[in-house]
């Protein structure tokens, strides 16, 4: 039997086993589809300790739950700091939990974007400006071993990540006894696109703006519901933003919105080039969780109005509940099938275009406006066909949406 992850393919890529492993012979790389995975080059140095096999999610098909479980208990929460909810991606509950924790002897692990290296990363916060690039989500698949090694066993974190990161990193400290130290968070989680599309993108955008030195991907400006949008400033200083998106007197950024087309977010949010163990073997939906404290968007129809951003917070654990509770944000309590309205209920399957897209991806001759194509056309094929089997319902649709544009 084999008792290192050498033959291990397409998992979650968490990188605990890079972490683990007492030779250090692990590496974590981008595979050919643009998603992270173990190499080992020098084999023969493996001791067969088979550690990084036992902190491994993706091998086992249980949940490592935390010690002492408990009933859980949900909640809308949002920052009463205008600025932070500003930023944030939702109600900003993953900043006020990490600065709440920092003024309590915690450092934080959590993930900024690297621009040299165009790529997100976990990293370690010791101070409030530290924590600062941890704000928004980054959404692509982070590179977690060099934050994850950092967060040295014998002193206390908060640890943020995916489901599957967290499940592993759970596994890890109950391996080495060391959970006490630490306060698990992770979210509700769609699943990682391949950063192949991340690389066109890129390249698609620096054409425009010239070398990027800003990415974010959530833009309040014209309301969280309409927040998906990307904003990207390069090293141009004349780039004018043609889709006429309010900057906040801010130059030169490109703004890029999911509702005017952008192309990230068309490929991500329509589940077409997720990590094929998104598909396959996610086992985190729902409240499916390791974490002590899951976080999301409170999407749905109690908050439907609102437009600073309300995050969904639900607690496993005695010590989630009470960090929750201590953290200084806003709270208001719902059963845990408000909070989690609008979440994907089960894993996404592949779509039929699904190779096509991989190839396209592969092949550093096209561009994302290659594969957003291929997209953008089933999409299309997908409406048509819908419109056939029931013109009329689709006309009303169509009438009751113009009306929604007028009104506006
Ligand atoms: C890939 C991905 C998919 C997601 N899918 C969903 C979803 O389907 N439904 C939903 O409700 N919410 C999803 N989220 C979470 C959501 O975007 C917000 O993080 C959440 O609403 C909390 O909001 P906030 O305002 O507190 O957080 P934010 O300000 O967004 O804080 C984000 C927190 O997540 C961490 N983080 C940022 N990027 C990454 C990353 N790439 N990998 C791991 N950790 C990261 C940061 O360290 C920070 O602690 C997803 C996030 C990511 C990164």
């Not at 500003?86 to 915690?106: M, N, P, V």
């Not at 692990?109 to 530290?130: F, K, L, P, S, W």
């Not at 994850?148 to 066993?153: I, P």
Request: net charge positive; aromatic share 10%; charged share 25%.
């Amino acid at each position: 039997m084999i008792d290192n992850v050498s033959e291990i393919k397409d998992c979650y890529g968490c990188g605990m086993c890079a972490v683990v492993c007492p030779q250090h012979i692990i590496d974590i790389r981008l595979n050919s589809d643009g998603f992270y995975e173990p190499h080992i080059d020098s084999l023969n140095k493996c001791v067969h300790c088979k550690l990084c096999r036992d902190v491994c999610s993706w091998l086992h098909d249980d949940l490592a739950l935390p010690t002492g479980n408990n009933p859980i208990s949900s909640y809308a929460a949002w920052s009463i700091d205008k600025e932070t909810r500003d930023k944030c991606s939702s109600g900003g509950i993953a900043f006020d939990l990490g600065k709440f924790l920092l003024s309590h002897g915690y450092k934080v692990c959590g993930v900024r974007y690297n621009i040299e290296q165009n790529r997100a990363e976990h990293y370690v916060a010791t101070t409030i400006e530290e924590l600062s690039p941890s704000i928004g989500s980054k959404y692509i698949q982070s590179y977690t071993v060099d934050g994850f090694k950092d967060a040295n066993r014998n002193n206390k974190y908060l640890i943020t990540g995916t489901p599957c990161q967290i499940d592993s990193f759970r596994r890890y400290i109950q391996k080495f006894r060391c959970e006490n130290n630490f306060i698990l968070v992770d979210f509700f989680c769609h699943g990682v696109p391949s950063m192949s599309i991340w690389h066109k993108y890129i390249a698609w955008a620096e054409k425009k703006v010239g070398r990027l030195n800003y990415v974010s991907w959530r833009n309040k400006v014209s309301g969280w519901h309409d927040s998906w949008a990307m904003t990207l400033k390069g090293e141009k200083t004349n780039y004018s933003n043609s889709h006429n998106v309010p900057t906040k007197g801010k130059d030169n950024f490109l703004i890029s919105k999911l509702s005017q087309g952008d192309m990230f977010y068309r490929l991500f949010l329509s589940d077409s080039c997720l990590g094929k163990s998104c598909y396959e073997r996610c086992k985190f939906k729902g409240r499916h969780s390791s974490a002590d404290i899951r976080i999301g968007d409170l999407w749905g129809k109690t908050y439907k109005e609102n437009e600073e951003g309300i995050s969904a917070a639900i607690a496993f654990t005695t010590r989630g509940n009470e960090t929750l509770n201590q953290c200084g944000c806003a709270l208001v309590a719902h059963p845990f099938e408000v909070v989690a309205e609008g979440q994907m209920p089960v894993a996404p399957t592949k779509p039929a275009y699904y190779e096509r897209l991989r190839q396209c991806l592969a092949n550093p001759n096209k561009t994302i406006e290659d594969a957003d194509l291929i997209v953008k056309k089933a999409q299309q094929r997908e409406r048509l066909k819908r419109i056939a089997k029931n013109p009329i319902a689709a006309a009303k649709g169509y009438m009751a949406r113009l009306i929604k544009k007028i009104l506006k």
